[in-house]
């Protein structure tokens, strides 16, 4: 493999977290629910994903228990702010210092131990072909649902009733339970997709990027995860392609790092993805693309029905 083709093979694997954290957000987004808790539901999901494939040697099982762990830190989020009406951002907050406490008690006897990576797919006569075939077709399923799952929650929230019933629901939840949609059952399945989406995240970081578990290995990318569904303007497409941007950044800080280009310490470059999330946050916020953020109207406003 030469090396640009392997500089963008390991772009598609740096996104692929970011990708599973910020669809499944943006969902719960749509919906008028604001959960800050991202980072927490990944690292659930990466220690969970983890113990599970080293305890029982099955991949497959590992990755369905780290999607049932993120959804279940969801599931508590939501009961707090869904059914307890307390407020989502304070909430969001104290579910990723749970996640990240609870994380590092759980993993405590894994830390440093080595796991297989999850296999890749070899697509005889694909994987082969040059460029195409190892940025294409060389990459393990976790790669694939992402992308795969981004397009079905593209056309979920376009094209099917149900999707525009969500995205009715985050605009305007009083019209919406006056139409007789449950605004507040169409908002756990939400939080829940959500939950299960950063789960998955956090089991790719565990079981295939890093096949190890390490303390807070999400390093943040729950917190990119958020800005990235503003960077999106809260559409899939944009998240797709704003994952694989943000990913770029992480592996070009890393190569530059090796090849030793910057005559700066090691640590400022480790900070570029981060001061990237930073800087385009400001740039659509201030600048001409301000007006076409789109927010939904609802976002973080809880609800009560009054009957």
Same mark, same amino acid.
């Given at each position: 493999m030469d090396p640009v083709t392997a500089l963008l093979v390991t772009v598609v694997t740096a996104a692929t977290p970011l990708l599973f954290a910020a669809v499944g957000e943006l969902v719960v987004e749509r919906s008028g629910v604001l959960n800050l808790g991202v980072e927490g539901m990944m690292l659930a999901g990466a220690v969970t994903g983890f113990a599970?494939?080293?305890?029982?040697?099955?991949g497959t099982i590992g990755i369905i228990a780290a999607a049932f762990a993120g959804a279940a830190m969801a599931l508590v989020f939501g009961f707090l702010t869904l059914t307890l009406l307390a407020n989502q951002v304070a909430t969001g907050l104290a579910l990723t210092i749970f996640g990240v406490g609870l994380s590092a008690l759980v993993g405590s006897g894994f830390v440093g131990t080595p796991l297989p990576r999850l296999p890749r797919?070899?697509?005889?006569?694909?994987?082969?072909?040059?460029?195409?075939?190892?940025? /294409? =077709? $060389?990459?393990d399923v976790l790669v694939y649902m992402a992308v795969? *799952?981004? &397009? #079905?929650?593209?056309?979920?929230?376009?094209?099917?009733?149900?999707?525009?019933?969500?995205?009715?629901?985050?605009?305007?939840?009083?019209?919406?339970?006056?139409?007789?949609?449950?605004?507040?059952?169409i908002r756990y399945f939400a939080v /829940? =997709? $959500?939950?299960?989406?950063?789960?998955?995240?956090?089991?790719? *970081?565990? &079981? #295939?990027?890093?096949?190890?578990?390490?303390?807070?290995?999400?390093?943040g990318r729950g917190w990119i995860a958020l800005a990235l569904v503003v960077f999106a303007a809260?559409?899939?497409?944009?998240?797709?392609?704003?994952?694989?941007?943000?990913?770029?950044?992480?592996?070009?800080?890393?190569?530059a790092q090796g090849m030793g280009l910057f005559a700066v310490p090691s640590q400022v470059l480790s900070m570029l993805p981060y001061l990237a999330t930073i800087v385009?946050?400001?740039?659509?916020?201030?600048?001409?693309?301000?007006?076409?953020?789109?927010?939904?109207?609802?976002l973080g406003r809880p609800f009560h029905p009054t009957h």
């Open positions: 599970v494939t080293l305890t029982t040697g099955s797919l070899d697509l005889p006569g694909l994987t082969d072909l040059p460029v195409v075939g190892p940025l /294409l =077709f $060389g990459h795969l *799952l981004t &397009l #079905a929650v593209a056309w979920f929230l376009a094209r099917s009733r149900a999707g525009m019933i969500l995205r009715a629901v985050g605009e305007n939840h009083e019209a919406a339970h006056g139409l007789g949609y449950p605004v507040i059952r /829940l =997709f $959500g939950g299960l989406s950063a789960g998955l995240g956090g089991a790719f *970081l565990s &079981l #295939a990027y890093t096949p190890m578990w390490i303390e807070q290995m999400t390093a809260w559409r899939p497409l944009r998240v797709l392609v704003g994952a694989y941007l943000f990913g770029g950044v992480t592996i070009l800080q890393l190569h385009v946050l400001v740039v659509i916020s201030v600048g001409p693309w301000k007006g076409r953020l789109q927010a939904p109207a609802c």
